[in-house]
């Protein structure tokens, strides 16, 4: 005759948490499992008994009969090292690991390593990795654009759909200048235009007073996306796309902005306060030629694709958009 098991000693106490726990329908359920376990283990039951009774295994039951008899209820609700969901990073701290990445330097070094930025931003090795590969960060190129090997800093985008109107430009970060957005209109000749841009600038202008926005609401809001999405896919990474916006347009709707923030590699840039879109574009242009020293190469390109729309639709100006072509473009 098998021999009966030892009951789990209980005091009055704990067995009434126990069974309150075991019968509150807001009880975890793991810990309920628990309290059940205990309960039954104390009634006498067998630890293979138990384990039958609540479709476990032995070493579940025997693992919690011992932490209970260690460390008494507490043991029970207690998530045990390694164990639970993992910590997870903020979005604060992914920034501020990418900023100090592109943007500073390790007081005793020239360039930031997994280790020592670990160790400044008070995260684990494994964590700087992780970010460094979601944004395609290689602090040892240093002097490339971060995040696509051999890319340079070009224009890779134009949408005019009005009200929508975007630049798009492929850059690893915004010139001093750029980041006031000062309102007034600065960097432009007594006739109005861009200084050093005139060949693509009368082309874009032009097109700017022909073009006909797609009069149904909800295909220009689909234009909007579709031509963004297009962007993705041909120039993949996770480096930054930095949008020239107007102040109005699609991409203050709720569902756009929503889309946007999932992907946080395009940075919008609206038109300053009393500004124009067309001279905030030309700003943008005019400072990061000085910056780069010579003309963006997709200008070319943008400005045939400008001048061909105009002799191809002059009685129907539809919607215009335009793509780069590819890395190659930005190798």
Known sequence: MARAATPLPLTPE????????????????????RARLILLASAGVSSRGVARALRTTLVTVLFWRRRFHEGG????????????????ITTRKIRQIVQATLHTRPPEGQRWTIQSLARAQGVGPATVQRIWDLYGLKPRLAGRLQGVQGADREVVGLYLNPPDKMLVLAWDSVPHRLTRQQSQDWGFTAEGKPTGLTGWWRALQEVERTVVGDSRKRAREQGFLSFLRRLERRFPGAWPLHVIVDREGTHTQAYARAWLERRRRFRL?????GGSWLNWVGMWLGELSRVRGRSLRGLGALEEALRIYLVGNPAQPQPFAWAGAGPKVLS
Do not use: K, N, Y
């Open 14 to 33: 704990q067995r009434r948490i126990l069974e309150a726990w075991r019968d509150a329908p807001q009880t975890p359920r793991q810990v309920a499992f």
């Open 73 to 88: 209820l507490t043991a029970l609700t207690a998530t045990a090292p390694g164990r639970g969901p993992r910590r997870r």
């Open 269 to 273: 840039h609206p038109t300053p306060a």
